[in-house]
C-alpha cells in the first residue's frame, strides 16, 4: 500500500497538517496558563492527546506511531504520576504532605503560584500519554474470530 | 426543586437502562448516564441565581459567585467516571471477542 | 514529625506503582522486589503506625498544611490502626506469594502496578478524614480491582468483570450521591465537621434518605446478601492472590470500614440503622453458608463463605453494645487472616493440579503437605473450633447476641457456625483426605515464596487468639471498639488532635 492511500483522504490530511500544531500548541498554552486562568493539567491534556488522535485519524496509525509510540506514551504516563507523587512526598522535608515550597505567587503572572503549575505539567503528561494509549486500545482490537467461543 | 426532579428522572433513566437492557453497550450507556444525572446534580446544587462563573479575574470584585467546590469535585468525579467507562468498555470489547456477542442472556459461563 | 508516617502510606504505594509501570518491564524480577519491599515497609510502618497511636493518641495531618475544615485531612484513631495493620500485613504477605504464582501469567508488572494502586486506594479510604477524598480513594482500589479479577482475560474472568465493574459502578454513583446530599445540607466535606453539624441540626429527613444510599453502596460494596450477587462470580475468577485481597481486605475497608465510619461517625448510629443492619447481617450469615454448602468449585464456595462471614462482622458491630463491636472487629481481622489463607490454599492447589473442582481432587495430603496442613488450620479457625482465633471471635459475637437479648440472631449464627463446619469439612474431605485420585499422582507441592507466606498466615491464625490479651496487642482491638463506640464524639475528638 503506498503512503497516500492510508488513512482518510486529500483534504482531511492537508487540514490536519495545518491544524494539529495549533491544537498541540493550544494545548500546552492551556496545560501552561492553567493557575492563572480556566483550564490546567487536565483539560490541556485532554487536548494535547487530541492532537495525536487527530494525526492518528488522519494518517493511520503508522505515521502517528512514528510521532509517538506506544511505549513511549506509557513512559510519559509513568513519569507523569511519578513527579506529582515526588512533589507531594518532597513536600514532606519542609513540613507537610502536598505543601507548597516555592515562593507563593501573585494574582495573573505567569510563573508564580509555586508548585502548582509543576503538578498541572505532571498532570497533563499523565492525562495526555493516558487518553491516547485508552484511544488506542479501544481502536486497535480486532474481531479474529467471531463466535469463536459459543 | 425541579433540579431535584428531573435529576431523578435521569437518574432512574439510567438506572432503567442497566436493570432492563441486554446488550453490554446499552447497560454501558446506562451507567454513564446514571454518573452524569449524579454529577449534574452536584453541579446544581451548588448554583446561586444569577451568580457568575468563580473565576478571579482583574478589576473585578468577589460578589455573587456559584459556589466553586462542587466544579472541583465533579470534575474529579468526572474524571474517574471517563475511567471506569474506558475499562468498561474495554471489557466489553473483549467480551466480544470471546463470546462473539453483546446479548448477556447469550454470555452465561458462570452459573448463579 | 511522627505524623508524616501518614500520607505515606498513600504515597508509599503509588510511587511504587508507578515505578513498576515505568521500569517493570524492562529489568526482570525488579517489580517482584519492588512490590514485597513496598508492601513490607507498608506492613512495618502500620505496626509502627499502633505503637506510635499508643503514645500520642488520634493523630490528625494536615494535607498541605491547611487545617481542616478548610483543608484535606487524614485521621488515625483507634479503628484506622486496626484497618491498616489486617490490610498492609495480608497485602505483604499477598505479595510474596504472588512472586511465584504470577508466573504463569505473562506482563507480571502490570499486575503489580495494579495491586499497589489497589492497595494505596485501601489505604487512603482508610486514613482519610474528608468525604469526596474516601470517595476518590473507593473509586481508585474499585477499578484496579476491576481490572484485577479480569487480569486473566478468558471468557469467565472477562464476564465476572464486567457484572463486578457494573455493580460497583452503580454502588459507587449511589455513595456519590449521599455524599452530595450531606454537602447540600452541611455546606461541609470535612468528615469530623459534618458530624458536628448534623448533631447539631438534629435528626432529619435528608439524613434518613442518605443512610438509606449508603446502605444501598456500601451494602453493594461488601456484599451484604441483598446486594451479594457480583461477588460469587468475581472473587473466584481473579487470579488467587488477587481473590485473597478481594475477600480478605478489600470488601472489608471499602464495605464494612467506610459503613461503620459513616454510619457511626458521621451520621450518627440511630437505632433504626442499626436493627436494619442486624437483620441483613443475619440474613447473610444463613443465605451465605446455605449456598456455600452446595458448591463444588473451591474457590466459588471460599466466596460465598466469606459472604457468610461478613454477615458475622456486620452482626457483631450493628449489636452497638462494647462486647459486639469487639467482636465483630475482631472477627474481621480474623477472618482477613484465614480467608486469604485458604484463598492462597486454592491457588496453590490450582496451580498443582491445575483444577479448582473439589471431585476431581483427592489425596492431595500426601502430596502437597504444606498446604494440606495450612488449610486444615484456615478451615478449623474459620469453623470456629479452640483455640484458632476464628472461636474466639465467633463466640464474642454470640456471647455479646445473648447479653443485648437477641437470641434468635444469636441461634442463627451458631447454627450456620455449623453449617461452615459442615462445608469446611467437606473440603478437608473431597481435596486432602481420601484416595489419591487418578492423573494426580505426579503433582508436586508448590515453590517456596507460596510455601512461606501460607505459613506466616497459618502462624497468625494459630495465634490469633492471643489478641484478646489487652497487653500482647498493644490495646489495637479495645482502641478500635473505643473509636467506634465513642462515633458521636468524633468531631469533638478530631478538633481536639490538631495541632
Redesign the interface.
Known amino acids: 500500500m503506498k503512503e497516500q492511500d492510508r488513512g482518510m483522504t486529500l483534504i482531511v490530511k492537508t487540514i490536519t497538517r495545518l491544524t494539529v500544531g495549533l491544537i498541540l500548541l493550544f494545548g500546552i498554552y492551556i496545560v501552561s496558563h492553567g493557575h492563572i486562568s480556566p483550564g490546567g493539567g487536565f483539560a490541556g491534556g485532554v487536548i494535547v492527546a487530541l492532537s495525536f488522535i487527530h494525526i492518528m485519524l488522519a494518517f493511520g496509525k503508522e505515521v502517528a506511531f512514528k510521532t509517538v509510540s506506544q511505549k513511549v506514551a ?2 510519559f ?3 507523569g ?2 513527579i506529582f ?2 512533589l ?2 518532597v ?2 522535608g519542609y ?6 515550597f516555592l515562593a507563593k505567587g501573585e494574582p495573573f503572572k505567569l510563573f508564580s503560584s509555586g508548585l502548582i503549575p509543576l503538578y498541572n505539567m505532571a498532570i497533563s503528561f499523565k492525562v495526555g500519554a493516558g487518553l491516547f494509549i485508552m484511544f488506542i486500545i479501544l481502536v486497535m482490537f480486532r474481531v479474529t474470530k467471531k463466535g469463536e ?1 459459543e | 426543586m425541579s433540579v431535584y426532579f428531573l435529576c431523578l428522572v435521569l ?1 432512574s433513566i439510567g ?1 432503567y437502562c ?1 436493570l432492563r437492557k441486554r446488550n ?1 453497550i446499552k ?1 454501558i450507556i446506562g ?1 454513564i448516564i ?2 452524569y444525572a ?1 454529577n449534574l ?2 453541579v446544581l ?1 451548588g448554583y446561586r441565581m444569577h451568580g457568575r462563573a468563580p473565576i478571579h479575574a482583574p478589576d473585578q470584585e468577589v460578589l455573587n459567585m456559584v459556589d466553586p ?2 466544579q472541583a ?1 465533579v470534575l ?2 468526572i474524571v ?1 467516571g471517563l ?2 467507562t474506558a ?2 468498555a474495554s ?2 470489547i ?2 466480544y471477542e ?2 462473539g456477542t453483546f446479548d448477556i442472556t447469550k ?4 452459573k ?1 | 514529625m511522627t505524623q ?1 508516617l ?2 505515606l502510606f498513600v ?1 508509599i504505594p ?2 511504587a506503582a ?2 513498576n ?2 521500569l517493570g518491564k524492562k529489568i526482570k524480577r525488579l517489580s517482584d522486589l519492588l512490590s514485597a519491599v513496598a508492601t513490607f515497609a507498608l506492613a512495618a510502618a502500620s505496626i509502627y503506625a499502633v505503637l506510635l497511636f499508643k503514645e500520642t493518641g488520634v493523630i490528625v ?5 491547611w487545617a481542616p475544615p478548610i483543608g484535606i485531612a487524614m485521621v488515625m484513631d483507634g479503628l484506622t490502626c486496626l484497618m491498616l495493620v489486617t490490610v498492609n500485613v495480608i497485602a505483604f504477605l499477598v505479595s510474596v506469594y504472588s512472586i511465584d504464582y504470577m508466573e504463569k501469567y505473562t506482563e507480571k508488572w502490570n499486575f503489580y502496578c495494579l495491586f499497589l494502586l489497589m492497595l494505596a486506594g485501601m489505604n487512603g479510604v482508610i486514613i482519610s478524614g474528608d468525604m ?1 477524598n474516601l ?2 480513594f473507593l ?1 481508585i482500589a474499585a ?1 484496579s480491582s ?2 484485577l479479577v ?1 487480569f486473566g ?4 474472568e ?5 457484572k463486578y ?2 455493580m460497583g ?2 454502588a ?2 449511589f455513595i ?2 449521599g455524599i ?1 446530599f450531606l ?2 445540607f452541611t455546606s461541609t ?1 470535612n468528615m469530623a465537621d459534618m458530624s458536628m453539624e448534623l448533631a447539631k441540626r438534629g435528626p432529619s429527613q435528608i439524613v434518613l434518605l442518605v443512610s438509606v444510599l449508603f446502605l444501598m453502596g456500601f451494602g453493594l460494596k461488601s456484599a451484604l446478601v441483598p446486594f451479594h450477587a457480583w461477588l ?2 468475581a472473587h473466584p ?1 481473579a487470579p488467587a492472590p488477587i481473590s485473597a485481597m478481594l475477600s480478605g481486605v478489600l470488601i472489608k475497608s471499602l464495605g464494612v470500614y467506610a459503613m461503620i465510619r459513616v454510619f457511626f461517625s458521621v451520621l450518627g448510629a440511630t437505632p433504626q440503622v442499626l436493627s436494619i443492619l442486624m437483620t441483613i447481617g443475619t440474613i447473610s450469615i444463613i443465605v451465605g453458608a446455605c ?1 456455600a454448602l452446595g458448591q463444588w468449585d473451591f474457590k466459588r464456595l471460599l466466596a460465598y463463605s466469606s459472604i457468610n462471614q461478613i454477615g458475622y462482622v456486620i452482626l457483631g458491630i450493628a449489636l452497638g453494645t462494647p462486647l459486639g463491636i469487639l467482636g465483630g472487629l475482631f472477627h474481621l481481622l480474623n477472618h482477613s487472616v484465614f480467608k486469604s489463607l485458604l484463598f492462597l490454599n486454592s491457588g496453590a492447589v490450582e496451580y498443582a493440579t491445575g483444577t479448582r473442582d473439589l471431585q476431581k481432587m483427592g489425596g492431595l495430603k500426601e502430596k502437597m503437605p504444606v498446604t494440606a496442613n495450612t488449610s486444615l488450620v484456615a478451615s478449623m479457625s474459620i469453623a470456629g473450633i479452640p483455640p484458632f482465633n476464628g472461636f474466639w471471635s465467633k463466640m464474642i459475637i454470640i456471647v455479646a447476641c445473648v447479653q443485648a437479648g437477641h437470641f434468635a440472631h444469636a441461634s442463627w449464627a451458631v447454627l450456620a457456625s455449623i453449617l461452615t463446619l459442615a462445608y469446611f469439612m467437606k473440603v478437608q474431605r473431597y481435596a486432602f483426605f481420601g484416595e489419591l485420585k487418578e492423573g494426580l499422582s505426579r503433582v508436586k507441592e508448590v515453590p517456596l515464596f507460596m510455601k512461606l507466606s501460607m505459613i506466616a498466615l497459618a502462624v497468625l491464625c494459630v495465634a490469633g487468639g492471643l489478641l484478646l490479651i489487652p497487653g500482647l496487642s498493644g490495646g489495637l482491638l479495645n482502641a478500635a471498639s473505643d473509636a467506634v463506640l465513642n462515633g458521636k464524639d468524633y468531631g469533638v475528638i478530631v478538633f481536639g488532635a490538631i495541632k
Open positions: 506509557s513512559v504516563e509513568s513519569l504520576a511519578l507523587v515526588t507531594a512526598i513536600g514532606i513540613g507537610y504532605f502536598f505543601l507548597n467461543g | 437518574f438506572l442497566i453490554l447497560i451507567i446514571t454518573e449524579v446534580f452536584f446544587i467546590l462542587p469535585l474529579t468525579a474517574i475511567a471506569v475499562l468498561i471489557i466489553a473483549r467480551v470471546k463470546y454470555i452465561r459461563k458462570l448463579g | 508524616h501518614l500520607p504515597a503509588l510511587a508507578f515505578l509501570a515505568l495531618y494536615k494535607v498541605g498544611g469526596f470517595y476518590v473509586e477499578i476491576y481490572a479480569a482475560t478468558e471468557h469467565e472477562l464476564e465476572a468483570s464486567f465493574a457494573v459502578t452503580l459507587s454513583s456519590l450521591l452530595v454537602y447540600s466535606l460469587p462470580d475468577s449456598l
